[in-house]
């Protein structure tokens, strides 16, 4: 039913920045917050940024927290995270989701249930 589609993602070089949306198809989508995840090859998959439905409260990773922002345009139900500063070790596939509820769910990718198939994120030195 509900899907959500990533797009954005691409090569840049260290310090540049760059934009991948999360676009929900097929209705009009509500969740109690949308996140942003990003898997590593050999690592596992980690909180990136979420955005509260309720209220457009914004949650972050300790390791993007003053680099990333998270957005809504609850028109387009489309989410963005815009990403700046990139560092090499940002090189993951990004993957937005809905979901987060629960006791610190927001941060918790087993709390979201409905996940787009990602988009890559390359960064180079």
């Known amino acids: 039913q509900v899907q959500l589609v990533e797009s954005g993602g691409g090569l840049v070089q260290a310090g540049d920045s760059l934009r991948v949306s999360c676009a929900a198809s097929g209705g009009t989508f509500s969740s109690y917050a949308m996140g942003w995840f990003r898997q590593a090859p050999g690592k596992e998959r980690e909180f990136v940024a979420a955005i509260r439905r309720s209220d457009s409260n914004t949650y972050y990773a300790d390791s993007v927290k003053g680099r990333f922002t998270i957005s809504r345009d609850a028109a387009k139900d489309t989410v963005y995270l815009q990403m700046n500063s990139l560092k090499p070790e940002d090189t993951a596939v990004y993957y937005c989701?809905?979901?987060?509820?629960?006791?610190?769910?927001?941060?918790?990718?087993?709390?979201?249930?409905?996940w787009g198939q990602g988009t890559q994120v390359t960064v180079s030195s």
């Open positions: 989701a809905a979901g987060g509820g629960g006791g610190n769910g927001i941060r918790t990718s087993r709390r979201y249930y409905v």
